[in-house]
């Protein structure tokens, strides 16, 4: 498990799947599909671009080379141009695109409301799995829950969270327990909070998050000699670089340095 777990970690991001161009009986659109997933390879690079634009050309209802053309412009902060690309794709085959779009609005825009109406827009289409963020951290179910949180609703999202954590043979992702520890600090329930934080350790103890959250818990509980125990935990984590990290965004709950030094002078 620890060995997947910095897998995870080196690897964050996760490539759609690329379709297979097979299935499509219309020559014209079989061939589209093969110049899309050839200019993936080289996504950002103009000419992939260029690609993608012909593939659109030769086979306009076709989503994935929309998604993929989107790509390049969300990654550089060019929402709008992103947005309007992406809409496309989604207009087509919503199925395949409003959880990419949610996890978007989410991670990127900071967009809750946004991403919390695509994402439950994609639940009454799929309602038994909705499936995964884009870089493999959460399930959306669980993404739902902290655009609850971020729009003020953090009783809604304890239960959301607890709903997607009882679901049968559901893996137990990065950060869920983190966030629900979080959240039960959070809205006063410290006994709570440090029971999940507990538990977000024994399933993955490699982040700086944990211990200070936990530490926070047990300050409140007035347990002051574990409280400054977790906080030294926390920044001997943080400083081997164990803490939550995303390639292009600062995840939510994440922690800074001098948020453990603030609190041990």
């Known amino acids: 498990m620890r060995i997947l777990k910095v897998i995870l970690i080196l690897f964050p991001a996760i490539i759609f799947c690329q379709p297979n161009c097979n299935v499509f009986k219309d020559s014209i659109c079989k061939k589209a599909c093969e110049i899309a997933v050839n200019a993936e390879q080289y996504q950002g690079h103009k000419f992939s671009?260029?690609?993608?634009?012909?593939?659109?050309?030769?086979?306009?209802?076709?989503?994935?080379?929309?998604?993929?053309?989107?790509?390049?412009?969300?990654?550089?902060?060019?929402?709008?141009?992103?947005?309007?690309?992406?809409?496309k794709a989604v207009d087509i085959n919503p199925n395949d695109n409003l959880g990419y779009r949610g996890w978007c609005k989410y991670q990127f825009l900071r967009d809750y409301q946004g991403a919390?109406?695509?994402?439950e827009a994609l639940e009454k289409i799929n309602k038994y799995n909705i499936g995964y963020s884009q870089n493999g951290d959460y399930h959306l179910k669980i993404v739902i829950a902290l655009c609850y949180k971020s729009l003020g609703k953090k009783e809604k999202a304890i239960d959301l969270i607890k709903e997607q954590l009882s679901v049968k043979d559901y893996?137990?992702?990065?950060?869920?327990?983190?966030?629900?520890?979080?959240?039960?600090?959070?809205?006063?329930?410290?006994?709570?909070?440090?029971?999940?934080?507990?538990?977000?350790?024994?399933?993955?103890?490699?982040?700086?998050?944990?211990?200070?959250?936990?530490?926070?818990?047990?300050?409140?509980?007035?347990?002051?000699?574990?409280?400054?125990?977790?906080?030294l935990k926390a920044k001997e984590f943080y400083s081997k670089g164990f803490s939550m990290k995303d390639n292009y965004t600062n995840p939510l709950d994440k922690i800074y340095l001098k948020q453990i030094e603030n609190i041990l002078k």
């Open 171 to 231: 893996t137990p992702q990065n950060y869920d327990y983190l966030h629900l520890g979080i959240l039960y600090y959070e809205t006063g329930n410290s006994k709570e909070a440090i029971k999940c934080l507990k538990k977000e350790i024994t399933l993955n103890d490699y982040l700086a998050e944990t211990y200070y959250y936990l530490a926070l818990a047990y300050k409140k509980e007035k347990k002051t000699s574990l409280s400054k125990e977790n906080l």
């Open 49 to 87: 671009q260029i690609d993608f634009d012909k593939a659109i050309e030769m086979c306009p209802n076709f989503d994935y080379a929309y998604r993929e053309k989107s790509v390049p412009y969300l990654k550089r902060g060019d929402f709008i141009t992103w947005k309007r690309i992406i809409d």
């Open 116 to 119: 919390l109406t695509d994402l």
